[in-house]
Structure formats: C-alpha cells, structure tokens
C-alpha cells in the first residue's frame, strides 16, 4: 500500500509561501547577491516539508518506524502513559529529516494526552520528561497496547496530531507533524523483540522496528 499526500506537506505551504514572496522582493529590487540568503531559505523550507510517497510494506505483528531519524536510545523501562513495564525506543528527527509521523501499528486509538513544557535540545534524555509532547496510546486488534509520543526539540514551537480517541487508524497512515527537530518514543509490549539497534538511521512507514509478541 502506498501513502501519499502533497509532495510539500500542507503544514508548511504558508511558510513556504511567504519566504517565496520575501526573496522574490528583495530579489526584484536589491538583485540576486542580496536575495541569496533568502533563497537558501526557501530551499531549506522546502526540503524541511517535504513529504515524499511511502509504500507500506505488508507486515504482519510488526511495529512500523513512526518517522524519519537516528535511533537514540532502546531500554526497558517504566511507561509513564499506561503505567506498566515497556520497551522504548526513541528515534531523533534533525532538521533536514522529514518531520511526518506515521502510525506504528493498525489498531484503535484508545487515549490522547497532550503536555505542555520545555524546548530542550530532543536528543537528551530529559527531553521525553520535560519537553512538550503529545502522546496516542493505540492498541491493536490482537490486544498489544503501543505508545506513541511526540516531542518537541530545541527550535521545535509546534505539535501537531491528526487523530483522536475512537479513531481507527492504519499502519504508516499519516497522523502528526513536528516542525524544526525533535523526537518520537515509542513504548512497546516488554515481550516485543526490537530489531533496530543504537544509532541505526531509520524511515518512517518503511521501516520496522519491533516484532510483536505472537
């Protein structure tokens, strides 16, 4: 299955528009040499919220990559949503990653919560406790309760999700967006078997990263 949206993700046309409309001008009247900086952003706003096609591959007890980035961290511990034993894993998105989030796994969203908080850098640790971040507790149809939380970085000013409690999603269906670096955690069943290792660069809806328990 393939997912598809504009090639520039909607989040980022008003952007997009007005760094076109501001180094046109300056180009128009001042000339290239002092538009060239505002070139270099335009290009930087476009590969920032560009949000290219995806084929889904067709896994079955799989946990799918909810976005584009570096693993950062894989532990065991305490699911601060759900209150129970969980694995984590944390994927860090720079800012010339694509900041779409995809959902991990086909289920039902049971619960959202959204935190408010602090911008620290999202690559430190601290960042899951005190940063803001929205998280969705979505449980698949076979029982398996998995966490997806977004959180905001240093520069990152805005969350954005898509889904709401009732909702059924599906796997590598297209839910939030983060602008200008940060992070995705995810806590995952304690028997799950995580397949991505520290430091492994990952894709959203392309990629797995934990198999199920069956």
């Known amino acids: 299955m393939t997912t598809s949206y504009p090639f520039l993700a909607r989040e980022g046309w008003v952007h997009t528009a007005i760094a076109l409309i501001a180094a046109g001008a300056v180009h128009a009247l001042a000339g290239w040499p002092w538009a060239l900086p505002l070139w270099i952003f335009v290009l930087f706003t476009v590969q920032f919220f560009r949000d290219p096609p995806r084929r889904v591959p067709a896994l079955n007890r799989v946990v799918l990559c909810p976005a584009d980035g570096r693993v950062i961290a894989i532990d065991n511990l305490m699911d601060p ?7 984590r894993v944390s994927i860090f998105m720079n800012a010339f990653n694509v900041h779409s989030n995809r959902v991990p796994v086909e289920g039902k969203v049971m619960e959202r919560w959204y935190f408010p908080g602090s911008f620290l850098n999202a690559s430190l640790d601290k960042a899951a406790r005190e940063n803001e971040r929205n998280a969705v507790w979505i449980r698949t149809d076979e029982g398996d309760d998995v966490v ?12 954005l999700c898509y889904v709401q409690p009732g909702e059924r999603v599906a796997m590598g269906q297209r839910y939030g967006f983060i602008r200008f670096g940060s992070r995705v955690d995810l806590f995952l069943p304690p028997a799950c078997r995580v397949t991505v290792s520290l430091g492994d660069k990952v894709k959203g809806a392309l990629d797995s990263i934990a198999e199920l328990p069956r």
């Not at 949503?81 to 694995?87: D, E, G, N, T, V």
């Not at 997806?148 to 969350?159: D, F, M, N, S, T």
């Open 81 to 87: 949503y759900l209150k129970r034993p969980a694995k």
């Open 148 to 159: 997806a939380v977004q959180v905001a970085g240093l520069i990152a000013r805005r969350i």
